[in-house]
């Protein structure tokens, strides 16, 4: 089953604009990762964030966590043409190493 | 590039044919994980091991399916009387340094398609 979920599900948006993508959970979690994925690719690790951080920095990207209302959102800023892919947040719940991921946000950014 | 590699990449089969996937990791001491992707989907957690124990397995890895990790090292999952249900991309993930709050990077994947 899938724990996360991932909102939108899709976004288009120009280069040069930033992308918003959120991602509610249900359960307590050790920390909370986000993948990216081009098409028919493996996953590539952007960034974590633990459950005592609320916000956390890495290049053009921003996440934060409000663990109270058990939800987590990923700001790409200044987006270019080579962002598009599929956004996915995965948790690592509290007493399990395995990450369960959400369905993912299809984000495409147009020249 | 993690350094994750999966093989093969692609793999064909016909219904009721078993198949074998093959995962690389970077180092031999780590946790060695398995998803399974179908499309449109996030990854669905497989099982799991540390070193060469399969400490933890879904309730989505059926009696067709099993893992090895001999020595530690390589990884196999093997798929017998293969389903068209099973069609889907098999991923691969590391974490390196096992404990809470480690990350996982994931290989290219293994796309199976059963016709």
């Known amino acids: 089953s899938q724990q996360g979920e991932e909102d939108p599900q899709a976004l288009s948006i120009q280069e040069g604009e930033n992308a918003t993508m959120n991602c509610s959970y249900k359960t307590s979690i050790n920390n909370l990762q986000w993948y990216r994925q081009n098409s028919g690719r493996g996953l590539v690790h952007l960034i974590l964030?633990?459950?005592?951080?609320r916000e956390k920095h890495s290049g053009r990207l921003r996440v934060t966590l409000d663990t109270s209302k058990k939800s987590s959102s990923l700001l790409i800023t200044a987006s270019r043409a080579a962002d598009t892919a599929s956004y996915f947040c995965a948790t690592e719940n509290s007493g399990y190493s395995t990450l369960t991921f959400g369905k993912g946000t299809m984000l495409l950014v147009s020249p | 590039d993690t350094g994750v590699s999966q093989n093969p990449r692609h793999k064909i089969t016909k219904r009721g044919q078993n198949v074998t996937f093959r995962c690389d990791p970077i180092?031999?001491?780590?946790?060695l994980y398995w998803y399974r992707q179908t499309l449109g989907q996030g990854p669905e957690f497989l099982t799991y091991f540390q070193n060469e124990a399969q400490l933890e397995k879904s309730r989505l890895l059926s009696d067709r399916f099993s893992a090895e990790r001999p020595k530690g090292s390589f990884s196999t999952l093997e798929i017998q009387r293969t389903e068209q249900g099973d069609s889907a991309m098999y991923l691969c993930?590391?974490?390196?340094?096992?404990?809470?709050?480690?990350?996982?990077?994931f290989g290219p994947g293994t796309r199976l398609t059963v016709l």
């Open positions: 180092s031999e001491h780590n946790r």
């Open positions: 964030i633990r459950s005592n951080e």
């Open positions: 993930a590391e974490e390196l340094v096992a404990g809470a709050g480690d990350t996982q990077y």
